[in-house]
Structures are given as structure tokens and as C-alpha cells.
């Protein structure tokens, strides 16, 4: 199909060059047949009969009225006379016909026919007196009469003669130019008909594809959106159950980065042709494309929920081969979000909605290829993120978040030398949120640049609250999410320094290896900047990344902090002793000051100066407090000699 859709695209010129000329030939032959059909009318109209009966009726009255004369000459009695004067009148009122009227124009034609007819009419006038005043008296004078008459009446017999023969060679001509527009007629109209046709057939096929196009993906050729939207419905019309299943590759977007969106578009047809001959037409199945590498498919028996797995085992199954397109070998998997009919919704807007979210679960579960079934559960969560993203824009605007510090000890001089901050939100409704939850939320949802700021003023604000209250300012380490690498990090920080007054270096950064190394990714000078203006990077939770060590390499921080997982079991396993001691080690040799997280008893503080750790954080020094228990834990730590007795007062 998709393959039928490119073909169709390259025929475009063709069909619009074949439709342009179809057209031309539909508008000339109707445009002709226009001027042919005028040119016959206009023949039709042409009167060329009528001259010739008005020359016989002028004839016939001549003559009639040269009898009356005869009759009455032989009886000269009134009834002959009125006759006579009759005929006279009718004779008169024959010659303005031919000498004004339409007929004229016909007679006009031939040589000297005006001029005999003014000449005859002129000497029917002479006769007006001999006709009403003369005859009454004279019955002899109607042999004068005629003998008067006699050339005019040899005149227009030889006019009313010509004048036939002419008529009809004109008629005979024009007959034959009739026939002849008729013929061209209809070979046009049969142009005009053919031309239609061909149109008509056009339109009936461009509409067809037009709703192929509509219901089917332009690139792959299989079912689009809107197609399985009314598949769906369809379906629950049938009230019988049924599965839908959406897929999203996992990996296309780096194909499509590095090799380019022709080997993209490619891959997408590979595997639409894959889904659909591996799939469809072995288990019935519908494949649909919904739009960029996001797929659907509906599998109508649905027996049981063997059945199910049966198809999302064996797309899984078809993900797991390579992909071949031109010279380049592709590897890319499938997150499958799966919905039943009526069981997870009854409609087709409650069932995309959910398969989607399922969808989205098993894309977190596994990076590669993996299956999620739709529970209700997933559904709470939904509903409960779209509720935290709500009421955290509400709880930034209102200050309904707040910071808890804390401390950083040093494990030589038992003094206090740094404060980590770390985020607190109590909800109305959901109680405590985690800070990993408000920042995840707040990077879905563009909150996060606004969130980060409001961090670090908050945390300027603070110790501006603690150095007015007599609290020496200690360094304040603050935690920043991914997408906050796109701001002037430096800019913000020393702004909000200069508006409380504060110097420089009291703010520390925090990164985890991660977002470490996308910074690093995405812009190249922002860690070095931070450094330039005094602003100390630490790098959070080491170890817990991919290839750590070689990330130690490429970033430019001043401070490793070593995960809990790792300090939690130094004082019964060998081997992690081992591995805290040598991460200590790789920590000084590259110049950076290394923390120990998670300290919670002295046998961890003890080890953990042997190895020559600069700092620890953890319960066995303090919790995390609200910022009024500060100042008071720090000069109880410093006090206190015993690790233990700092665990009691604190």
C-alpha cells in the first residue's frame, strides 16, 4: 500500500498535465459548439422564402387587378367597378412590403429590382384618379388602364422569376451550411461527451484515493488514525470484546539522529511491513499508524488473555531481529500498552487514553522491548500527577513549598561546613510528596526552571535570614534538575547572592552523574562558568550511573559525593570497604573533596577517616531540619566530641 501511495505521488503531474488537457477540450468544444449552434440559428433565421411569396402575391395582385379592369370593361356596372377599386387598394398596399419591409432587403440583392419596383408602384399610383374618379364615368378608360399596366406586369414577372431562382440557389446554399454546422455540431458535442465522461471518471477516482489517502498513512501505506479511531467504534458497536494494543519504538529517534530521516522513514515502512505481514495477516489483526514511530494495533478474537500475550509475545518477537535498510544494520524495540474491550473503557477515546498510559509504563519498565497490560491503578497515577502538576504551579505562585537543611561535617575537625538543601511539599490531599516525584513532575511539565530558581532564591533568602539573626553563613548546596542547564546558571545565582547582599561561593551546585553528563552534552560551558564565579560543582549519588569513572574524567567538578548503597555496607562487606577506599583515592588523585552520604553509625565515621574521606552526611550527624533548627544543631555538633551524643541532642 505504501508503495501504491508513491506511485500515486509521482503519477501527480501526469494526472494534472492529462486533467489540464481535459479540460482545454471540454471548454473549446463547448465554446465552439456555442458558436456553431448561433451560426445554425442564425441561418435558420435568415427569411429567405418570403420574398418570393411577397413577389407572387404582388404578382398575383397585378394580374387580378388587370381582370377586374377586363370584367368591368365588359360590364360596367357598380359591383365590377367596387371590385375594381379593390383590387386597386390591395394592389397598393403589396409594393411598401417590398420596398420597405424585411422582404426589401432579399429583393435588394438583385440587379435593378428596387428601381422596377418604384417604377411600377409610381404608375399604380398615376392611376389613383383614372381607378376612383374616372372609371365611374368612363367604363372605356379600363382598356387604357391596362394597356398602362401591360409593361409594368411583363416587369414583375421577370423580377418575381429571377427573383425565385435566386432564393433558392441562397436557400439550397444555406441548407447545405446548416447540414454542414450540424455535422461539426455533433462531432463536438461528441468531444463535449467524451471530454465529460473523462472528467467525470477523474473526479470519481481522485475521490476515491482522496478517501484511500484520508484513512491510510501517506509514507507506509497501512490504516492511519482516523481509520482505527472508526475501527474502534466499530468494534464496540459489536459489543464482543476485543484488544488494542499501541506500540512506540524504543531507539527510532537515534536512528533517525544519526543516520537521517530518510533511513527514519525507511525503517517505519520496514516495520509496518513486518507488523502487518507478520501479524495481520497470520492472526487477523488490524495495523494502524498513528503518527511519527507510534503504532496500533487491534486484534478483534479475543478469546482469553493467552491470546493477548500470544500477540504482544510475538510482536516483541519481531523486534528482536535486525532491521536492514541500504547499508546500515538498525536495532530497535517496542513498548506495548494494552487495553481490553469493555473491561479498561467503551469508547474510543477512553480506550486510546489508556492504552497510551500503558504504553508509557512499560517504555519506563525496560529500555528495550517490554508489555504492559492496563490496570485502573495506572489510571489513580495518571490522575494523581495531573492533580501534583496543577497545585505545584498553585504552591510556587503562593510559597506553599519550603526547604529543610542538611548538614556536611568534616570528618577530620568535626565541624560543620556545608549545608545540603533538599525539597519538602506537604499536599493537601496526598501528604508528603518526594522530592524525586515534585522534581520529575516538574521537569514533564516546563516547572522546572521556575522550581530551580525559587530554589536558590529561597536558599539566598535563608541565609540572609541566619547571618541577621547573628548564624555565621555557611555554604549552601543546592540541587539542580536536568533541564536547568539551559539557563545562565552563574547569572541567577550571583543575582540572587546581590540581592541579599551575600558573597559569592556561598551557593554550591549538585548534579547527579546523569544530568552531569548531559549538561556536558548540550553545553559544553557551563560547568567551567559555575566555576569561574566561584560556584562549586559536586557531583551527587557516584557510582550509581553508567561508566562513572570515565564521567570523571570529562567533568569539571570540585566535590564527589559517594552514594549510601555503598557507605551502608562498608562495616560488613569487604568488598565494598575495598571499593569506598579506592573511590576515595581516584577522588583525591583527580583534586576533588569527597563526601561519604549516608552515615549512620561510628564504625562508618571510623573506617571512613582511615580512608582519608574529607566529609560525611547522614542521621548519625543530623536528619534534615527545618532551617530555625540550624543553627542550634551546628553549634551541638561542634560541641561534641562523641559521635553518639551528636546523634542524641540532634
Known amino acids: 500500500m505504501g508503495q501504491r501511495l508513491t506511485h500515486t505521488a509521482k503519477q501527480a503531474p501526469r494526472k494534472r498535465a492529462l486533467l489540464i488537457t481535459i479540460v482545454l477540450i471540454f471548454f473549446i468544444s463547448a465554446a465552439m459548439s456555442l458558436f456553431q449552434l448561433r451560426q445554425s440559428i442564425s441561418l435558420l433565421d435568415e427569411n429567405y422564402g418570403t420574398s418570393v411569396f411577397s413577389m407572387f402575391q404582388l404578382k398575383l395582385e397585378l394580374r387580378r387587378f388587370n381582370d377586374a379592369l377586363a370584367l368591368y370593361q365588359v360590364a360596367p356596372d357598380n359591383v365590377h367597378l367596387q371590385q375594381v377599386k379593390t383590387r386597386y387598394d390591395l394592389l397598393w398596399s403589396r409594393f411598401p412590403v417590398l420596398l420597405e419591409g424585411v422582404d426589401g432587403e432579399q429583393i435588394t440583392k438583385i440587379d435593378h429590382a428596387k428601381a422596377t419596383l418604384s417604377q411600377a408602384f409610381n404608375t399604380v399610383k398615376s392611376l389613383e384618379h383614372d381607378v376612383f374618379k374616372k372609371l365611374a364615368t368612363e367604363p372605356e378608360h379600363s382598356l387604357q388602364i391596362q394597356q398602362t399596366l401591360e409593361p409594368q406586369i411583363a416587369e414583375i414577372d421577370a423580377l418575381a422569376l429571377q427573383n425565385y431562382y435566386q432564393t433558392n440557389t441562397l436557400f439550397n446554399r444555406s441548407e447545405s451550411q446548416v447540414i454542414d454546422l450540424q455535422q461539426q455540431l455533433i462531432l463536438l458535442m461528441c468531444g463535449l461527451i467524451l471530454s465529460g465522461s473523462l472528467l467525470l471518471v477523474m473526479i470519481i477516482r481522485e475521490n476515491r484515493l482522496n478517501r484511500y489517502q484520508a484513512k491510510h498513512d501517506s509514507l507506509t501505506g497501512i490504516p492511519n488514525r482516523a481509520f482505527l479511531q472508526n475501527e474502534i467504534t466499530r468494534y464496540c458497536r459489536k459489543k464482543q470484546p476485543f484488544a488494542l494494543h499501541l506500540i512506540d519504538l524504543n531507539g527510532f529517534k537515534d536512528v533517525n539522529d544519526t543516520l537521517g530521516h530518510h533511513v527514519g522513514d525507511a525503517l517505519l515502512e520496514a516495520v509496518s511491513h513486518r507488523l502487518t505481514s507478520g501479524i495481520d495477516k497470520r492472526y ?19 478469546i482469553s488473555s493467552d491470546s493477548l500475550g500470544i500477540i504482544t509475545g510475538k510482536v516483541i518477537q519481531l523486534f528482536e531481529k535486525r532491521f536492514q535498510i541500504d547499508q546500515h544494520t538498525c536495532f530497535i524495540g517496542a513498548s506495548i500498552g494494552s487495553v481490553i474491550f469493555p473491561e479498561h473503557g467503551i469508547d474510543v477515546g477512553s ?17 528495550h522491548s517490554s508489555q504492559m497490560l492496563f490496570d485502573f491503578d495506572m489510571d489513580a497515577q495518571i490522575h494523581r500527577r495531573q492533580q501534583l502538576q496543577r497545585d505545584l504551579r498553585i504552591a510556587l505562585e ?5 526547604l529543610v537543611y542538611q548538614p556536611i561535617v568534616s570528618l577530620q575537625t568535626q565541624q560543620v561546613v556545608c549545608l545540603e538543601t533538599l525539597l519538602r511539599w506537604n499536599h493537601e490531599t496526598y501528604g508528603a510528596i518526594p522530592p524525586l516525584e515534585i522534581i520529575s513532575i516538574a521537569e514533564k511539565y516546563s516547572l522546572a526552571n521556575t522550581l530551580g530558581c525559587w530554589i536558590i532564591d529561597e536558599a539566598c533568602r535563608q541565609i540572609d535570614e541566619w547571618r541577621n539573626s547573628g548564624f555565621q553563613p555557611l555554604p549552601v548546596a543546592v540541587n539542580i534538575s536536568p533541564s536547568m542547564h539551559q539557563l545562565d546558571l552563574a547569572a541567577i545565582i550571583n543575582q540572587s547572592l546581590k540581592q541579599h547582599n551575600l558573597p559569592q561561593g556561598l551557593i554550591r551546585i549538585e548534579v547527579t552523574e546523569d544530568t552531569g553528563m548531559q549538561i556536558l552534552k548540550e553545553t559544553q560551558d557551563l560547568l567551567p562558568g559555575l566555576a569561574r564565579h566561584n560556584i562549586s560543582v559536586a557531583l551527587d549519588d557516584f557510582g550509581t550511573g553508567l561508566s562513572s569513572l ?14 549510601r548503597s555503598f557507605i551502608s555496607k562498608i562495616g560488613e562487606d569487604q568488598v565494598s570497604r575495598r571499593l569506598v577506599h579506592n573511590i576515595i583515592g581516584i577522588g583525591h588523585d583527580l583534586g576533588m573533596q569527597v563526601v561519604a552520604e549516608g552515615i549512620e553509625d561510628e564504625t562508618e565515621v571510623s573506617l571512613l577517616a582511615t580512608y ?26 561542634a560541641m561534641t566530641a562523641n559521635h553518639s551524643a551528636v546523634t542524641e541532642t540532634c
Open 398 to 402: 503562593r510559597s506553599k513549598l519550603h
Open 284 to 302: 487477523g489483526c488490524l495495523t494502524c499508524r498513528l503518527g511519527g514511530d507510534e503504532f496500533a494495533i487491534i486484534q478483534p478474537r479475543l
Open 351 to 367: 480506550l486510546l487514553t489508556r492504552a497510551d498510559i500503558a504504553m508509557y509504563k512499560a517504555k519506563d519498565r525496560a529500555t
Open 550 to 563: 570515565s564521567h570523571l574524567q570529562q567533568l569539571p567538578i570540585q566535590t564527589l559525593k559517594i552514594d
Open 612 to 637: 582519608q574521606c574529607d566529609y560525611g552526611q547522614g542521621y548519625l550527624f543530623s536528619k534534615p531540619l527545618a532551617p530555625s533548627l540550624i543553627p542550634e544543631c551546628c553549634r551541638k555538633i
